[in-house]
């Protein structure tokens, strides 16, 4: 699992979080956390050491609304070229996924980048929606075209762009999930820096550690955390030193500044989370699919929130794991998929299904 000189570090990461003898639970916002944390069996170690981890609503996919998946379906159903990263094309609705509108002949396409979907806008004449997902990770990638001007007018973009701070503090204000510290996404900390997270450890007592994706780094901000619990101390702590920066990056945050506006809206699993996502601002009105598409979008029939049986918005709030959902393995799998947990490369469900050897 380890290599023998990061094993020996783990093992005395380990030993001193259980000679703490402190009992906790954690919470990670992030799906490469998670991917971490089940494909290195970090999860059982944890535990043999008194710390119990739990992932919360870290999967920019999974976060998406059933309802933004079908205004995408909607558009490709009535003539807008769809292009979309490839985790969004087989997420389920009540109306189909992208790749069924694509099977029935709309024009869905698989782009890698904004770029990409720009090139392809000025390839044809017809109208092109890019849809937009992710975090403050992402989200200043997509500013760049916008503000560098000279787009094809054919070109809009749909976001469903969220931002972690406000998803935050409704999982405290909700009180579901009883936990003893955060951990931090380490990408998203690269461009808010730390500042974003300080008030939790303030108003709400929660101490946090911004990690990033090794092993060895997991392993430490648990540590963190159990020595914040141990000291009575709530802060928020940088165990991702190497990339993350006490102001992170203030040239991305300023372009996320002047393209977006932060605006209310419902996440997967959750209800309406004021100033949670971001909507492009009006002076980008003749690029923007709500504004330029706003005839097909009211087109866009009811949706269920989940497919039936479907618990992903339990998993998203860390109230279950995604073993104990019914249809884990069984009626939902990746080849056939009832919610975008069980999509997502970064999903719960699919990262559960894929390292667990559960096959049934």
């Known amino acids: 699992m380890f290599k023998y000189r990061d094993?020996?570090?783990?093992?005395?990461?380990?030993?001193?979080?259980?000679?703490?003898?402190?009992?906790?639970?954690?919470?990670?916002?992030?799906?490469?956390?998670?991917?971490?944390?089940?494909?290195?069996?970090?999860?059982?170690?944890?535990?043999?050491?008194?710390?119990?981890?739990?992932?919360?609503?870290?999967?920019?996919?999974?976060v998406t609304t059933s309802r933004e998946i079908a205004d995408a379906v909607t558009l490709a159903r009535n003539g807008v070229t769809v292009t979309a990263f490839g985790d969004m094309m087989r997420v389920p609705t009540t109306?189909?996924?992208?790749?069924?509108?694509?099977?029935?002949?709309?024009?869905?396409?698989?782009?890698?980048?904004?770029?990409?979907?720009?090139?392809?806008?000025?390839?044809?004449?017809?109208?092109?929606?890019?849809?937009?997902?992710?975090?403050?990770?992402?989200?200043?990638?997509t500013c760049v075209p916008l503000r560098k001007g000279g787009l094809p007018e054919n070109f809009s973009i749909y976001s469903c762009h969220r931002i972690c701070p406000p998803i935050l503090e409704a999982i405290f204000e909700m009180g579901e999930m009883k936990m003893n510290g955060m951990i931090m996404p380490g990408h998203v900390a690269v461009i808010t820096g730390l500042e974003p997270f300080r008030r939790f450890s303030e108003k709400y007592g929660m101490p946090q550690v911004v990690s990033g994706f090794e092993p060895l780094d997991v392993l430490m901000a648990s540590y963190m955390l159990?020595?914040?619990?141990?000291?009575?101390?709530?802060?928020?702590?940088?165990?991702?030193?190497?990339?993350?920066?006490?102001?992170?990056?203030?040239?991305?945050?300023?372009?996320?500044?002047?393209?977006?506006?932060?605006?209310?809206?419902?996440?997967?699993?959750?209800?309406?989370?004021?100033?949670?996502?971001?909507?492009l601002r009006p002076e980008f009105s003749e690029h923007d699919a709500t504004a330029v598409h706003g005839d097909i979008l009211a087109m866009t029939p009811e949706v269920e929130a989940e497919a039936e049986g479907c618990r992903c918005g339990e998993v998203l709030r860390g109230l279950m794991k995604s073993e104990e959902c019914p249809m884990f393995g069984t009626a939902c799998k990746p080849t056939d998929p009832k919610g975008p947990c069980m999509v997502s490369e970064e999903g719960n469900c699919s990262i559960a299904y894929r390292f667990s050897g559960r096959r049934s």
């Open 7 to 62: 094993e020996e570090t783990a093992n005395r990461i380990l030993s001193a979080i259980k000679d703490t003898g402190i009992k906790s639970k954690f919470m990670h916002v992030c799906g490469t956390h998670q991917d971490t944390i089940v494909r290195f069996g970090l999860e059982e170690l944890l535990a043999d050491a008194g710390v119990e981890i739990c992932q919360g609503p870290g999967c920019p996919v999974c």
């Open 226 to 279: 159990t020595k914040q619990i141990e000291e009575g101390r709530s802060e928020v702590e940088n165990e991702y030193t190497r990339l993350v920066k006490e102001n992170g990056n203030p040239t991305a945050r300023k372009l996320m500044e002047s393209t977006f506006v932060p605006v209310d809206r419902e996440w997967r699993g959750f209800p309406v989370i004021p100033k949670s996502a971001l909507a």
């Open 95 to 141: 109306i189909g996924s992208l790749f069924d509108a694509k099977a029935d002949g709309a024009d869905v396409r698989i782009v890698y980048s904004i770029e990409d979907a720009v090139k392809m806008a000025s390839q044809q004449t017809k109208p092109l929606v890019f849809v937009s997902v992710g975090f403050e990770t992402t989200a200043p990638s």
